[in-house]
């Protein structure tokens, strides 16, 4: 079994465990708050300090930062381990003086991320007290950020991928706390206390802090000994900021684009109560999870060994880890894709259902999940080329097509915001995200083939089409679940719901397993071999992978 398939196997159970528990999260914070005002204040103020980060942090991460401790590695004599002691220095002082100024600012930056919220409004009190004990984290976050960062360099994947599981963990007790201690009230924006309100904030927080702690002590047992450096004149800063600027701008398109969602849903939801922010995140958060599971897995144990290949010149290698990539992420992202366009409410009605949140308000969600099932391939292609990008070094080329992709999104956004009548308008923030990032990922594409000189882009093709193919029953059987649960059951509710998704997705994906692996596609009996067990021969390496597109072209 090929190294690149076992490593993203261990990362992805990780990461299922990780998003199953925030499932569960996510399920508890719909009993306890709702998809209303207290939902939508929560979600706004939670939001922002994961903004910020992807502002200072997140997105250098992938595209400077980890490149630049594999260089040190390379390069400095000591193997990079001063340089990583600086740059856990900076980091920490840095984020803990933006975590004290976000605090301050925090009205502010709740009126930039929301619309129609007046000052003296319960929604705009709500979240901005929400947010004073919510912001605290971003120094925690990125922390933790960086000690993954470097996990992930010296080829320890296991504790990035599992340390969420600890966040969610302690945040679904908080939110069971919460909702004992508010009983029936924590959906009702007006009765919630400030008591109440730091319990659910400050809890947030301490998901985060437990989170950070695992990857420390996890950092700790790989070898690292972090001992400050404020020797910066050797943090090689002039270098990260002439790569990051370009990164950092990427980033702040996308934020911008993200303000501009985040004051169209909530303008939404103050016309019409549980279709603003809340369905919005919490589809945006069922349709990531796939890309979570697998896409990120892959993606994160391909970058390093992306960036050697690179740095050596082994131009057929990086086009080697990159076929791999797609190939083995689209062998379940295509059937998902599908299956989610079809049972997106039999999918958000039993996790959505309960407490605060309506069977109405959870088919709603599932009615944006729909949508969002559209973009699913385009937004992990792109993703996918962007890391072709940041191995040479470039993370300019992505800023560009993040600019143009998000200007179109933007265009998009707008143009249906004024159009569709305000119960349908974040259903249509959805479908102008897939319409962008499927734009983006051709852009992308081309730019990319054009750097790696080639991606093989028409054996690519070929394998996603049979992939199509191959769903293309499971989907059916996923249609026809639906009808005979709505013969079965007339009106929307948890039995229905759940008698489709069993059928549709369950016996609808186990189909699709089935003639995949019937029709030879390596990455599925690969994963059905790992499952089993009884895989005993190399499959999916850069070498089969070449042979099987030879043998189809």
Request: glycine share 10%; aromatic share 10%; net charge positive.
């Amino acid at each position: 079994m090929s190294r690149s398939l076992r490593v993203s196997a261990i990362m992805a159970a990780g990461t299922m465990v990780s998003r199953v528990t925030g499932f569960v999260r996510t399920m508890v914070l719909a009993y306890a708050i709702g998809t209303a005002a207290m939902g939508d204040a929560y979600n706004a103020a939670y939001a922002i300090p994961y903004s910020i980060l992807d502002l200072l942090l997140l997105g250098v991460l992938s595209s400077v930062v980890v490149p630049m401790i594999v260089k040190a590695q390379q390069q400095d004599p000591d193997g990079g381990r001063a340089y990583e002691q600086r740059l856990m220095t900076i980091v920490t002082l840095t984020l803990i003086v933006v975590a004290v100024v976000a605090v301050l600012a925090a009205p502010l930056l709740i009126d930039l991320y929301t619309t129609n919220w007046a000052p003296d409004s319960n929604e705009f009190k709500v979240a901005v007290t929400l947010a004073r004990f919510i912001l605290p984290q971003l120094a925690f976050f990125g922390i933790g950020a960086v000690a993954g960062a470097i996990l992930n360099t010296r080829d320890r994947f296991a504790a990035p991928m599992w340390a969420p599981v600890v966040n969610n963990l302690v945040v679904i007790c908080v939110l069971l706390a919460f909702a004992l201690v508010t009983g029936h009230a924590g959906g009702n924006i007006s009765q919630v206390t400030d008591a109440q309100l730091a319990l659910l904030g400050l809890g947030t927080t301490a998901g985060i802090v437990a989170q950070s702690v695992v990857l420390i002590v996890s950092l700790k047992r790989a070898g690292f000994s972090f001992r400050p450096r404020f020797d910066v004149r050797n943090a090689r800063l002039g270098e990260m900021s002439r790569m990051g600027i370009w990164t950092i701008g990427y980033v702040v398109i996308t934020q911008l684009g993200f303000m501009l969602t985040t004051n169209l849903s909530s303008s939404a939801g103050d016309q019409v109560p549980g279709h603003g922010i809340t369905p919005y995140t919490f589809a945006f958060q069922l349709f990531q999870l796939p890309y979570g599971v697998i896409g990120v897995s892959v993606i994160t144990a391909m970058l390093p060994r992306m960036s050697r290949a690179a740095g050596e010149g082994r131009l057929d290698l990086v086009r080697d880890e990159f076929q791999s990539g797609v190939r083995l992420i689209s062998a379940v992202m295509v059937p998902m894709s599908l299956l989610l366009m079809i049972l997106g409410p039999a999918i958000t009605v039993p996790i959505y259902a309960h407490g605060a949140t309506t069977v109405d308000d959870a088919v709603y969600i599932g009615n944006v999940l729909q949508v969002y099932g559209l973009a699913l391939m385009p937004f992990t292609i792109f993703q996918l080329l962007l890391r072709v990008f940041y191995s040479f070094g470039d993370t300019r080329t992505p800023v560009l097509v993040g600019a143009g992709t998000t200007a179109l999104h933007a265009l998009l956004m707008m143009t249906l915001y004024f159009v569709l009548p305000a119960r349908y308008v974040v259903m249509g923030l959805a479908f102008a995200y897939a319409v962008a990032y499927a734009a983006g990922a051709v852009a992308a594409w081309m730019l990319a083939s054009r750097r790696a000189q080639g991606l093989g882009g028409w054996a690519i093709g070929s394998i996603l089409t049979k992939m199509y193919w191959c769903s293309l029953p499971g989907a059916v059987l996923a249609l026809a679940s639906l009808w005979i649960a709505q013969q079965l059951f007339r009106s929307p509710g948890f039995s229905n719901a759940l008698l489709s998704l069993a059928v549709g997705g369950g016996l609808g994906m186990f189909l699709y397993l089935v003639i995949a692996h019937k029709a030879r596609i390596t990455e599925i009996s690969s994963i059905i071999g790992l499952v089993t067990g009884r895989t005993r021969r190399p499959v999916a390496t850069p070498a089969d992978i070449r042979s099987a597109t030879t043998a189809q072209d």
